[in-house]
């Protein structure tokens, strides 16, 4: 029970941080927020803007 629930963090923090990484947002701070809440990071996550610079 412990470990699918370790497991299940661990994916969420793992997928907080690469997603923040594409974005252009801090990945630690978002991978320590995924670690935290878990899934519901994700969602939150991906309705942020993407600060990264875009060519114009």
Known sequence: MYAALFLIFFVSMIA???IAKLKGLNPVA?????AFIGPLAIPI???LKNRKSQPY
Not at 30 to 34: A, D, F, H, I, S
């Open 45 to 47: 996550l991906l309705l």
């Open 30 to 34: 978002w991978g320590l927020t995924g």
């Open 16 to 18: 907080c941080h690469y």
